[in-house]
């Protein structure tokens, strides 16, 4: 009986990672006023133009039919599952998770799943999916791929800079105070996420300061803790997005991917926002 990992699409995993793991994902969901998608089926060139015609969409979680399909695809072949899924604080994707368990345990009693509240979004979710696969497929048991996954989230950051705050006072992902003190001051946020919610790392009076701080805690991190893996996230600001990869992979001598930040979270942050995640080697929390 192998193990299989299922994650959901803020995950923002680049596809050929999905494949070459073997990672299912469960996809959220983007509604305008006139029409809705599941991400996953709308490319960030179509959403983020739709977005400047339409105004920001809302979010929601994937249905509970969605979750018991997939679930069930599993274990009707005898395999078990691990969940893991964007934080419980930012959707309610985690919850609906465990009332699709506990349907499907009515249908299939002596299934296994396990899921798990990364507290987390973004590649710092993927990564954690990624490693959680890499173990499944060493036949390691359900037990220790859970374990594989929890591991990685305590050594995982996400640090990101919105190119305004807009969207995130909109959102209500961040305070109302600190978006207008932002926007006026014109001070420069570097966000991350921590505790299972946004919250502010630093605040700096340009956009190139911004992105050399948060350079300069990554290689902070990796000083104390080593190198895992590093990926540079973007919304519509690819050449900005290279660059800032280069300079990463010349400074460790690594591959680093460049992977879109999709509709769910980016109606949350706005296009032009670019972060890194990454992991380390020892636990950083």
């Avoid at 173990?135 to 359900?142: C, D, H, P, V």
């Avoid at 919105?162 to 209500?172: A, F, I, Q, S, T």
């Avoid at 001070?187 to 300061?209: D, F, M, Q």
Wanted: with cysteine; aromatic share 6%.
């Amino acid at each position: 009986m192998a193990v299989q990992v299922l994650t959901d699409s803020t995950s923002c995993m680049d596809e050929g990672l999905r494949k070459e793991y073997g990672i299912r994902i469960l996809s959220l969901c983007v509604s305008f006023e006139d029409e809705s998608f599941k991400e996953i089926e709308i490319s960030n060139e179509v959403f983020y133009k739709k977005m400047e015609q339409k105004g920001i969409p809302k979010s929601s979680q994937p249905s509970i039919d969605d979750m018991v399909r997939e679930m069930k695809e599993v274990v009707s072949n005898g395999d078990s599952l691990l969940c893991i899924f964007i934080s419980s604080e930012m959707s309610g994707t985690y919850s609906t998770a465990h009332v699709a368990k506990n349907m499907i345990l009515e249908e299939y009693k002596d299934a296994k799943i396990e899921i798990v509240d990364s507290r987390d979004n973004c590649m710092q979710l993927g990564f954690a999916a990624i490693q959680a696969a890499k173990a499944a497929k060493e036949g390691k048991s359900l037990k220790e791929v859970k374990l594989a996954a929890e591991e990685n989230l305590k050594k995982s950051r996400f640090l990101f800079i919105p190119e305004n705050l807009v969207y995130l006072r909109k959102g209500g992902r961040i305070g109302g105070a600190s978006a207008l003190i932002g926007n006026i001051l014109k001070i420069i946020p570097i966000l991350t996420v921590e505790n299972g919610v946004t919250s502010v790392y630093a605040k700096v009076r340009t956009k190139k300061k911004a992105v050399a701080t948060m350079v300069g805690k990554m290689i902070n991190d990796i000083k104390n803790f080593g190198l895992g893996e590093v990926v540079v996230h973007h919304i519509n600001c690819y050449d900005e997005a290279k660059e800032l990869a280069n300079v990463i992979m010349e400074k460790f001598n690594i591959k680093v991917l460049i992977c879109d930040i999709g509709p769910v979270i980016g109606l949350h942050v706005g296009p032009g926002a670019i972060g890194i995640a990454y992991y380390t080697e020892k636990a950083l929390r």
